[in-house]
T-cell receptor, first 115, second 114 residues
């Protein structure tokens, strides 16, 4: 079945620096890769996603890159701010299957922005 | 409503009791998902509903877990004879359709079995 490995489990960066979180997946049929941000006491919130026909996508300070050959994708946050502190989850889905198993999530990265 | 609403937000129950968790999806969203999140862990898929199709129950951890959804509206997740290992946050999400549309999650129900 699908499997998603996410690293690191915890990441501490200085405010203003960049943060990178990486995920690898096993299912070569995966073609949809969203990233979610979860703040304490809240549900995960979709922050950016990418489909397999695109190698990179940007939205202001957030970008996601996808390497289908190597089966890995990464979240990049530039100019980090205190409000970026949260747990980030990567996920993947083989949409040809109609999402029958839902998204498969990584175990999460706790991002800490040091003032 | 504007978002996915879950109730109750917190539930403490005694071991062996049954509990029912409720999810109100975003109006017009045909797909609804339930996930379980144990403390400090990722999200574990439980079940999903798509329109009037039979639900995919492949993620339910045991026969003590069941879920229902009426049409494209409210869903309930029922856990019978609760055990301490059922303690977790139960998250509901809905999306416009299955596949590649992104999910909108509710804030979850924190279940504590004592």
């Amino acid at each position: 079945g699908e499997n998603v490995e996410q690293h690191p489990s915890t990441l501490s960066v200085q405010e203003g620096d960049s943060a990178v979180i990486k995920c690898t997946y096993s299912d070569s049929a995966s073609n949809y890769f969203p990233w979610y941000k979860q703040e304490l006491g809240k549900g995960p919130q979709l922050i950016i996603d990418i489909r397999s026909n695109v190698g990179e996508k940007k939205d202001q300070r957030i970008a996601v890159t996808l390497n289908k050959t190597a089966k890995h994708f990464s979240l990049h946050i530039t100019e980090t701010q205190p409000e970026d502190s949260a747990v980030y989850f990567c996920a993947q889905e083989d949409v040809r299957g109609g999402g029958a198993d839902g998204l498969t999530f990584g175990k999460g990265t706790h991002l800490i922005i040091q003032p | 409503g504007a978002g996915v609403s879950q109730s109750p937000s917190n539930k403490v129950t005694e071991k062996g009791k049954d509990v029912e968790l409720r999810c109100d999806p975003i109006s017009g969203h045909t797909a609804l998902y339930w996930y379980r999140q144990r403390l400090g862990q990722g999200l574990e898929f439980l079940i999903y509903f798509q329109g009037n199709s039979a639900p995919d129950k492949s993620g339910l951890p045991s026969d003590r877990f069941s879920a229902e959804r009426t049409g494209e509206s409210v869903s309930t997740l029922t856990i019978q004879r609760t055990q301490q290992e059922d303690s977790a946050v139960y998250l509901c999400a809905s999306s416009y359709d299955i596949g590649a549309y992104g999910y909108t999650f509710g804030s979850g129900t924190r279940l504590t079995v004592v």
